[in-house]
């Protein structure tokens, strides 16, 4: 993904967009052989000043699955 930078956010950003795509490497320069598929993540944060930075990451399966699962439980909070 390009035009990304370090994944750190502020406390005061606002989340814009949100993407993500399943990916599996079968293969890299740092390893021979890779196995396990991947989410590659996108986020669109404006900060304070309303300017929008990309910041993007990647995570395994279970690490996407709790991101999920958290992220849509402070939805349901913040509705209520």
Not at 12 to 22: A, N, P, R, T
Request: glycine share 4%.
């Amino acid at each position: 993904m390009e035009g990304c930078s370090e994944p750190r956010l502020d406390a005061k950003s606002e989340l814009v967009d949100f993407q993500w795509k399943l990916g599996m490497a079968v293969s890299s320069d740092s390893c021979r052989s890779l196995k396990y598929p991947y989410v590659a993540v996108l986020l669109k944060v404006a900060d304070h000043s309303g300017q929008v930075k990309n910041k993007c990451f990647e995570m395994t399966i279970p690490q996407f699955q709790i991101l999920f699962i958290y992220s849509w439980k402070t939805q349901r909070e913040t509705e209520t």
